[in-house]
């Protein structure tokens, strides 16, 4: 019987926590009963929700499973790096269950939500104003809003928003809106969605939208012409801005050649290269590495420390894990039949995997880097909570694939 | 036709996140040493400050470097400075203190994978094959000169003394007050010159010729030396334009006679003595302690009148002072150069071995039939020709002089290099060396062979 727990994903899982926990708690001197205190908290988070989606049939076990391992690894990087960080992100996750709740039930139970394209978009565009007016700078960008202490980003909600929108325009009846064709109106709101991105500099999210956008268009869009036509805007409007905006300009060349400029432009990514440098293919270990050498080693940098502590290979497996967790969701999209739930669910599902490869991809120098998180692992609450809806809604829609297939 | 779509999109992910794997591998592959040890990694040195670096110390245990409170101590200032280098965090670590440094940092070595627990507070030490007091000896014996000197036992490959002059202080204090002054000299004090210093090998080269002349069977020929000879349109003199007249093959090289050689290397022509070269070690490199430079021979091919001049180690010849001693130590050790080492062991603090150097053959140049011949014509030099000052009662010493031309011919009178190698005792070699001293425009005859005698005497006599 003890065995079969450990074979199964949940006893891995539980073992691992254990494992990493117990590990950051004896490494440091003297020992800080917070970290298994965190520990703790996160297994019991793990194994109750994982129980509850398999015991009340709530559809799909294992994208939960995979989205727990991932907070696992992020949460022992936190509390390795500064466990107040640990800490907070656990009070996050908490919360982020509580949203995943209530939006899968939300989900699940209630239907209209194909027929609110204006109030989503009216919706990104308040936060967008907000944001612009009363937001304030961090790192660069202006996308923080500050309220009672706490900061939060309100682009981690519009990037839902912006799904959900084209998901209803893309499989609803649409009126006409100027005597547009159908596919260029909606070419025309998403391109406001990326136009106010530009205001805030966040270069990241707009890769990201530009990605999405193309993806989805190309999907339900049958007239290829126009699909072509959107790919040479999104290429016609990156190459004019990389050839006039200093700050893309600056990026892009420090992408090509970090190592001429390393005390300032390169500054970042070639602390990322060292980090992952002295990793190796196994790691240092962990508690054993520097990543406190990494700038926003917790957020957009975590993968670098989490290579240079677990290794090339723990990093190879953070991007298998987050595979399985597409391949499982492009699995529940093809259960959907057509309409706007399909469309959602795979609007949410490559918004997770091209996050994933624009952030990765940024830190090994893959590509230039642009700031954005890491889905599950980077901390902070927005991106945390933005996260557990849109699995929410995955969850619920596998539910609903489930009752369909029956 | 949705679901297609949808498939060939997820096709599309796999192939982005295969490429992110792909990427990260190809780093750590190929890019990894580079990246960290770019001089802006804090971690090179954040590494070290927890770490109290290891011990560095002579054959017999005589301690020649070590920690203490952060600082790199040198007992015997710049005696060792071309040979265990520096350790400063400005200018970055040199020589033994580069090529060893995981190891006089506790990583590294034979307990690597077992060492999990992270208890690297302390580093290893290394013990050298450098004999302290021959280096003493031989540092003192080279005075203020211009000039290096190599000892190596032929039979192992271990370096016993590697002297180059000017030196310098190699502690971190000196280093600052004085680095400006010490790249911008003119005498280059930072050139390790035993092992990096290029310089035209005169007549030492002869063993190469010889070697090439005993296999083409060119050894019981006959000379008749006037003194001059020319070839093409060149005229070439012996050393003093003495004229020795008839002489046999051993005769010619005792006295080092240009008349023979460059007559020997017309008739072997540039392609045979390139060969021959190579054999021994020119145009090639190995791994070895510290960093050395590559020997050269003639890039191109070219007359009788070159041939002639490269026969007699002029021309576009360079070898350092390493690459003559190990020439050497081809004749001296049956054929067989043995690969030349530094550093034979390290051990941890509980004196357990972490790193063991055993001696392996590098190189063999020629058989040890030849060899035999060759070894006789540098008894012969000794005992009777140009290398007398070398010779030792009661020991049997084998060498080659050299006077070698060089930049400043026409120019400057008198800046020849000098050089001497040679090893004894013959018929059981323990010690093979290398005396070189630049510019110095005596004859290594007359000034090269006494130190070379005195430092296989200083050897030998222990």
Redesign the interface.
Same mark, same amino acid.
């Given at each position: 019987m003890k065995a079969t727990l450990v074979k199964k994903p949940i006893g891995m899982l539980v073992l691992i926590n254990l494992l990493a926990f117990l590990l950051l708690f004896f490494y440091r001197k003297p020992h800080n009963l917070q970290i298994l205190y965190v520990g703790g908290s996160i297994m019991v988070l793990n194994v109750i929700t994982y129980s509850v989606i398999v015991f009340l049939k709530l559809g799909d076990e294992y994208l939960f499973l995979i989205a727990s391992m991932l907070i696992t690894v992020g949460v022992v990087m936190l509390c390795r790096l500064n466990y107040t960080l640990g800490i907070a992100q656990v009070g996050w996750y908490l919360a982020s269950l509580g949203v995943f709740y209530v939006t899968y039930i939300a989900y699940r139970y209630i239907n209209f939500w194909s027929n609110l394209k204006w109030l989503y978009f009216a919706l990104s565009v308040a936060l967008y104003i907000l944001t612009l007016t009363v937001g304030v700078t961090i790192n660069g960008a202006k996308n923080w809003i500050v309220v009672g202490g706490h900061s939060f980003q309100p682009v981690e909600v519009i990037k839902v928003l912006f799904i959900f929108f084209l998901a209803a325009r893309l499989t609803g009846n649409n009126k006409k809106i100027l005597n547009l064709p159908e596919n260029y109106a909606t070419a025309f709101f998403a391109f406001i969605f990326i136009a106010f991105l530009l205001f805030q500099r966040e270069w990241g999210i707009m890769l990201l939208f530009f990605f999405c956008y193309i993806t989805l268009i190309y999907i339900y869009d049958s007239n290829k012409l126009f699909v072509a036509l959107n790919v040479l805007v999104c290429t016609v409007v990156g190459v004019a801005g990389a050839l006039t905006m200093h700050h893309i300009a600056v990026r892009i060349h420090t992408w090509k050649n970090p190592w001429s400029d390393i005390s300032n432009t390169g500054y970042q990514i070639t602390q990322s290269l060292f980090a992952i440098a002295a990793g190796g293919f196994f790691g240092t270990g962990i508690g054993m590495g520097r990543p406190d050498f990494i700038p926003e080693a917790h957020s957009d940098f975590i993968f670098s420390a989490i290579c240079e502590e677990m290794g090339v290979f723990g990093g190879v497996a953070v991007i298998l894990l987050y595979l399985i967790f597409i391949y499982r969701g492009i699995k529940i999209v093809l259960t959907l039949p057509k309409g706007f739930d399909k469309c959602a669910a795979l609007g949410i599902t490559i918004m997770f995997a091209f996050q994933t490869f624009i952030i990765i991809g940024g830190v090994i120098k893959l590509i230039p880097l642009t700031g954005i998180t890491l889905p599950f692992i980077s901390s902070g609450g927005s991106s945390l909570v933005s996260s557990f809806i849109s699995l929410g809604v995955l969850q619920a829609m596998s539910a609903r694939g489930n009752e369909h297939g029956k | 036709?949705? &679901?297609k %779509? =949808? =498939?060939k999109?997820?096709m599309f =992910?796999?192939f982005?996140?295969v490429?992110? =794997?792909g @990427?990260?591998?190809y780093?750590?592959v190929f %890019? %990894?040493?580079e990246?960290?040890q &770019?001089s @802006?990694? %804090?971690?090179l040195w954040?590494y070290e400050e927890d770490i109290v670096r290891g011990e560095i110390a002579d054959r017999n245990g005589i301690v020649l470097a070590f920690s203490k409170e952060g600082e790199r101590i040198y007992n015997y200032n710049s005696l060792y400075c071309h040979v265990i280098g520096y350790n400063s965090k400005i200018y970055g670590k040199t020589n033994i203190e580069s090529k060893f440094n995981s190891l006089l940092l506790g990583r590294g070595g034979l307990t690597e994978v077992f060492n999990?627990s992270?208890d690297g507070k302390v580093g290893y030490d290394l013990t050298l094959t450098i004999d302290h007091r021959l280096q003493h000896y031989a540092y003192g014996r080279l005075g203020n000169a211009n000039g290096s000197i190599v000892a190596i036992n032929p039979q192992t490959g271990e370096v016993l003394a590697l002297v180059s002059k000017p030196d310098f202080d190699p502690s971190n204090a000196v280093l600052i007050k004085k680095w400006t002054e010490l790249t911008e000299n003119s005498n280059s004090p930072l050139l390790a010159r035993a092992t990096s210093g290029l310089y035209p090998p005169g007549s030492t080269f002869k063993i190469i010729t010889s070697a090439a002349a005993i296999e083409k069977g060119m050894d019981n020929d006959m000379y008749s030396d006037t003194g001059s000879v020319i070839i093409g349109n060149t005229a070439f003199y012996n050393y003093g334009k003495k004229a020795n007249g008839e002489i046999d093959f051993k005769k010619a090289f005792a006295l080092s006679s240009n008349f023979a050689f460059c007559s020997m290397g017309a008739a072997l022509t540039s392609p045979t003595l390139r060969d021959m070269a190579q054999r021994f070690g020119f145009d090639k490199t190995f791994d070895f302690d510290i960093d050395f430079s590559k020997s050269a021979f003639a890039a191109k091919d070219t007359d009788e009148a070159g041939s002639a001049a490269l026969a007699i180690g002029q021309g576009e010849t360079l070898a350092t002072p390493l690459q003559m001693a190990l020439t050497a130590c081809a004749v001296a050790n049956d054929g067989v150069i043995m690969k030349p080492y530094i550093v034979q062991k390290a051990t941890n603090k509980n004196g357990n071995l972490v790193y063991e150097k055993k001696p392996q053959q590098l190189y063999k140049p020629i058989t040890s039939e030849v060899s035999e011949k060759i070894k006789d014509l540098m008894v012969e030099t000794v005992k009777t020709g140009t290398g007398k000052n070398a010779g030792i009662r009661n020991i049997s010493v084998a060498g080659k002089t050299g006077t070698a031309e060089n930049e400043l011919l026409g120019k400057e009178n008198n800046k020849e290099h000098a050089w001497f190698v040679g090893f004894a005792p013959a018929d059981d070699s323990q010690i093979v060396v290398a005396v070189m001293l630049e510019y110095s425009g005596g004859s290594g005859g007359e000034l090269c062979a006494p130190i070379a005698r005195d430092i296989i005497n200083t050897y030998l006599k222990k």
């Open positions: - | 036709m949705v &679901n %779509k =949808i =498939i999109v997820l =992910i796999v982005l996140f490429l992110l =794997i @990427h990260l591998t780093f750590i %890019k %990894k040493d990246v960290s &770019n @802006h990694n %804090k971690r954040a999990l992270g």
